[in-house]
């Protein structure tokens, strides 16, 4: 994701090692002598929401390993945000009220008993919670205790990166500008019952209770465990964390007995290790001593496991995300505030042609917002290839040739895509200065509005294209460096963010879209897709992009 408020991308560039190098790690790399004894038949009553809820065949038992090129920051979910965290806060760990049914679906009760009762003004959220709920050390889950978690989260002095997403709340800034103690717009009912009233209605507030900061931590295991919580912390998932060991660069999770949704997990235990670079990932997936690469394929890898059918089918599961890749303009530049010139830079790409250099991690689109958003009615049209038409466009905005300054990271996949994207404005008389330098370099110069044009990527985790607009097309928007400004984009988003339902909301971001394509706000190039890796004898393996894989629901086979 783009910036602080959001996921990092799950792509990072990573030199493969040399052949020497290679043989090294084969000589460390032999099979996992560990058996795979799977237990008797599971007994599955229910199953969460999400992706891949089918115990048909399934049996108990056994261990999981996932294999991170990287530590995480934190496993306290109100710190925690790049990936390997993430996963570990969402989908091992926590549980928050609420979680996404289905490979695309909105979200569905999970600690929550139910969806929760609105007021007709769409300010008032009273949230039944699910009974027998527990923390892994063994305490029943209150309604105080999420009053305690959110409060904590908009605690000045943690430097929790999610308090933003809660100012919906009334009185959260409050508590947040240290000006009061407890949030006003927080109540606990009985114990079983939380209202939240918000300032104004805010349609995302279902999604921000699908987030694994709002998930309940138990504020007497805070205080016992102090800073090492982050490391070992008390929640109420499906696994709970048994062993921390930054030494041996390993962490290991144990099934949770307690868990509120019978029959899961059906693993025995997980164990994540980390500081495992990209390509010796890759021979450790292949050696079986790994499980599950945590990140995915990155493309440097990519072709190794997709150009072999029979490896192909053993090794990878593609798993759609609602991920978006473009190009910004600066609107600095005099030429790029002329629309035409925007538009024949958009006409100009051949997407087609990026997409086979991203080896399956990207499909082509034409659109700012990802091709399938839940319950979204798309109206504009994407743009396609069409140089023919880009050169028209140009000259009719009386440019015969247009000098552009394109600073890039090191982080895939821009490195590559930039100098494809270089050929091809070339095409249509339009020269791209390469301007190539470190991820951090980039990040920097970007921020203060450098650069003519750029590459950008996003995934969205709150379930509306409203995350992406808000964060980067609206004038106000936190990475909006270049100045793009449209008052019908504004005053649509403003309305789509208090609109009472999603349909409602969404019908508001179709007009979005529509006048962003129409206004050719940026160069939309792809849809971004994640490729699993996984060894074939884990079975019924799913994830969602916003989350990670859902290990409640695997089990191992012969």
């Known amino acids: ?131 027998g709920v527990r923390f892994h050390n063994g305490r029943l889950v209150t309604a105080e205790d999420y009053i305690a978690t959110w409060t904590r989260v908009l605690d000045p002095d943690l430097g929790s990166w999610a308090a933003s997403f809660l100012f919906a709340i009334e009185g959260a800034e409050a508590v947040f500008e240290q000006k009061a103690d407890r949030v006003s717009g927080l109540r606990a009912l009985d114990s079983h019952t939380v209202q939240i009233r918000l300032t104004e209605p805010d349609v995302l507030m279902l999604s921000v209770l699908c987030q694994p900061y709002t998930a309940a931590l138990p504020a007497e295991e805070i205080r016992r465990l102090g800073s090492s919580f982050g490391r070992t912390p008390v929640g109420t998932g499906p696994f709970r964390i048994t062993r921390y060991d930054s030494k041996r660069q390993r962490a290991t999770f144990r099934r949770f007995d307690q868990h509120f949704w019978p029959g899961t997990p059906l693993i025995e235990s997980l164990e994540y290790r980390w500081g495992i670079d990209y390509s010796m990932q890759s021979l450790q997936l292949n050696a079986g001593s790994v499980d599950i690469l945590g990140e995915g394929l990155v493309s440097s890898q990519a072709p190794k496991f997709t150009a072999d059918h029979d490896v192909r089918e053993r090794f990878v599961h593609p798993v759609p995300v609602r991920g978006t890749q473009w190009l910004t303009f600066n609107f600095q530049r005099k030429e790029l505030r002329d629309r035409r010139v925007r538009e024949a830079l958009n006409w100009a790409v051949d997407r087609d042609q990026l997409v086979r250099v991203a080896f399956g991690l990207s499909d082509p689109w034409g659109c700012p917002f990802p091709e399938t958003l839940d319950r979204y009615r798309r109206t504009a049209k994407p743009y396609t290839y069409d140089p023919d038409r880009a050169r028209a466009l140009l000259r009719q905005a009386g440019i015969d040739r247009l000098d552009l300054d394109f600073p890039h990271g090191s982080q895939e996949p821009w490195p590559l895509l930039a100098q494809v994207l270089q050929q091809q404005f070339a095409q249509v008389g339009v020269n791209i200065d390469l301007r190539p330098m470190g991820q951090a370099a980039f990040d920097q110069i970007t921020a203060k509005g450098e650069g003519d044009i750029y590459g950008r990527h996003m995934y969205i985790v709150l379930n509306s294209a409203l995350e992406n607009v808000s964060s980067n097309y609206t004038s106000a928007a936190a990475y909006n460096y270049t100045g793009y400004k449209n008052d019908r984009v504004d005053d649509l988003t403003s309305r789509a963010r208090k609109a009472r339902t999603l349909e409602t909301s969404n019908s508001l971001l179709a007009q979005v879209e529509e006048e962003l394509v129409r206004d050719a706000a940026g160069v939309f190039l792809c849809n971004m897709k994640f490729l699993a890796a996984r060894r074939p004898e884990v079975r019924n393996y799913h994830m969602r992009g916003e989350s990670g894989s859902y290990y409640d629901r695997m089990w191992l086979g012969r």
């Open 1 to 131: 994701m783009t910036g602080p408020l959001h996921i990092p991308t799950r792509r990072q560039l990573l030199a493969t090692g040399t052949a020497g190098a290679a043989g090294l790690l084969l000589s460390g790399c032999a099979r996992d002598p560990r058996p795979v004894r799977p237990g008797p038949a599971a007994d599955v009553i229910r199953w969460a929401p999400g992706p891949g809820a089918d115990p048909a065949g399934a049996r108990r038992g056994g261990r999981i390993i996932t294999a991170w090129a990287t530590e995480a920051q934190s496993y306290d979910p109100a710190i925690g945000w790049d990936l390997h965290s993430w996963e570990a806060i969402s989908t091992v760990l926590h549980s928050p009220l609420y979680q996404y049914s289905g490979q695309y679906d909105g979200p569905a009760p999970h600690a929550a008993a139910a969806m929760p009762e609105v007021s007709k003004d769409g300010r008032v959220y009273t949230i039944p919670l699910r009974r």
